[in-house]
């Protein structure tokens, strides 16, 4: 749960000085107004924080991780998605303002995984369940429509 609350943390702020640079162009002059040009210094954060967590967990695990080789290429490709899904995160921070891009851009990733959990992998169940997940959907929904609304106006 501790992990969850940091990363939520750090995904809630991780746009914030690339947008902050976006819209204060007068603080820096000849820096890009578009998103992606922004993409290889945010990877080149995320390469040596993965590598040093996993330094830090083979350390703990005395040089024996316990990696499924079966789950290497998975990874791989999940860290691909990534890249794209960030891309498409910036380039909508970029055309929409960061107010609107990011409850859709955390909207639907949630609705693709409870997607998944409903209908593949059955984990969601229950007439009461349902009713629940629809409320939160609704209640999302309104809220990113609403968000997006006001914006426009």
Known sequence: MLGAIISGLFYGSMCTPVSYIQTHQDEFPGAPAEGLPYLFSFFCGVLPTSTIILIIYSIFHRNQPKLHPDLVLP?????????????????GN???SQTI??????FAPALIVTAWSVF??????GKRNFILLAVAYTFTLVGVTLVTISKTI
Do not use: D, N
């Open 101 to 106: 891009a990011y409850p859709i851009c955390s």
């Open 75 to 91: 990874s791989m490709m999940c860290g691909v998605l990534h890249s794209i899904g960030m891309g498409g995160f910036f380039i």
């Open 94 to 96: 970029e055309r929409l």
């Open 120 to 125: 593949y992998f059955k984990e969601i169940t």
